[in-house]
């Protein structure tokens, strides 16, 4: 029995000793095909970014060496000197902690190597004292490397969101400390950012036309193009203190009708949509910009919610987007956007042959109608137009040349039976 013991004390060793040696060469391996993989992937762009990012957040400003390579010799003899447990190794630590999550973000461009990161500049707090203005450059630097096209503006509105600051801070106290709470509250919102959730979304609210609107998933977000639909009816007032009666269709937010509210004090006007929550949604946004005993709203289908009637003008931005094109839209678009606001049958057209049936019953001669159309649906909209026996008189276009408004009037005053 004592001999067995002995026996397998001494065969012990050497499996401990082969398992080493296995461990030893796979782990040899492993090493060699990331170094490999690495080789492959430290393209020269690669490089450059890196040093972009390095140079914005200068690390070694956090070390307790100058930039230079006696300064760091010095900062590893000290550290080394003072034992694993002194300050001076924490701090060598923390500055290689984040170089690593450096080094992660530009191989693998992710963003959990991008929390990764903050989480280290977290957990340093009172070593790097995240300020206001750092904290910005830092983000914007980020979302870049992950080849989001986010503008500068953009990043300040969501730190100004999670820390309640405003854009007098950004110029009279930029270092302001972010607290820990004002971070996770930042991280939130990015994460939603990076998954392609658009900033008006997150916010709730959207710039349009200079005034401020209301946006929830009921409705479709404001985009710039259609602030050219605005400019268009403006430019046809001849005067504007004119009486009018105005009728927007499908009208969402209501931006179309209450950015020319606000433009023409004698306006007054009648907005349908489909949905109902839609429908509060522009009521909310008329008494949030001051409009509302000017603004009245009616749920229904485009013109079939209205008795008899006729107006000075009509606006509409219907769905134009042609069903099989919808998928190809931007995650920003098709993944946020109501479906429903988007789509327009099979060939795009669907809601202008709705509303251009009706259009002769409802636009009083002599008046203008205004539909904002897609890319390339001019001539399409042109001879839908003449097959109803009206008269698309004009169309302008947007900031990139292409026709997004037509205007639409009655035929017989055009001389044309």
Known sequence: MPSTQNTSQKKQPDRHATLLKHANELGKTSLLESKTNRRKQWTPEKRRLQSVIINDNKPWRKSTGAKTAQGKQASAQNALQHGRYSAAFKELQALF??????????HAQTWENIRYLRQIHATNRAMTQPTLIATTKEIHALLM?????????EVKMMVKTATGLSETDYITAPDTVITGAQAQALDQIITRRVKGEPLSRIM?????WGLPFKVTPDVLDPRPDTETLVEAVLSKVGDKNENIKLLDLGTGTGCIPISLLKELPNVMAYAVDYSYEAAKVARENAIQNGVLERFHIIQGDWMSALKPRSFDMITSNPPYIIESDIENLMPEVKNHDPIIALSGGKDGLDDYKKIIFHLKTHLKKGASAFFEIGCGQLNDLTRLVDESNLWLCDSVADIAGIPRVVEIRHKDLNGDN
Do not use: A, D, T
Not at 145 to 153: D, F, K, N, R, T
Not at 204 to 208: K, V, Y
């Open 97 to 106: 902690q984040e170089m690593e999550g450096y080094r992660r973000l530009i």
């Open 145 to 153: 490397s992950q080849g989001m096209s986010v503008p500068y503006s």
């Open 204 to 208: 709730g609210e959207r710039e349009f």
